[in-house]
Nanobody
């Protein structure tokens, strides 16, 4: 049973920083691409950033230069953690942020996936940026 558990969300002022974490367990994740998506009220869920085990990365244009995705691969690949460092936050970054995982795919492919394309989702963590 794959589990993705996000943490690190909260309320921050514009220009501030937050670091989100996603603890992934229940599977060997060496051939999984991992990603962050976000969904603001009344909007579709959208891609934010993705990363593969080989550390290939992709970012949405709206977050390039401000957000950084990274991952820790556990030695036994049973537990895997993905991070999203968010700097220079803007009010338009306010959303629920979701961790996502899909096997045998690329960071580029995940960047154009929709909600139904993803195999596993976390429960989400709220990020609110005040102006």
């Amino acid at each position: 049973q794959v589990q993705l558990v996000e943490s690190g969300g909260g309320l921050v002022q514009a220009g501030g920083s937050l670091r989100l974490s996603c603890a992934a367990s229940g599977r060997t994740f060496s051939n999984y691409a991992m990603a962050w998506f976000r969904q603001a009220p009344g909007k579709e869920r959208e891609f934010v950033a993705s990363i593969t085990w080989s550390i290939d990365r992709r970012y949405a244009d709206s977050v390039k230069g401000r957000f950084t995705i990274s991952r820790d691969n556990a030695r036994d690949n049973v537990v895997n953690t993905v991070y999203l460092q968010m700097n220079s936050l803007k009010p338009e970054d306010t959303a629920v942020y979701y961790c996502a995982a899909r096997p045998r795919t690329t960071a580029q492919a995940m960047s154009i996936m929709t909600k139904s394309d993803i195999d596993y989702w976390g429960q989400g963590t709220q990020v609110t940026v005040s102006s």
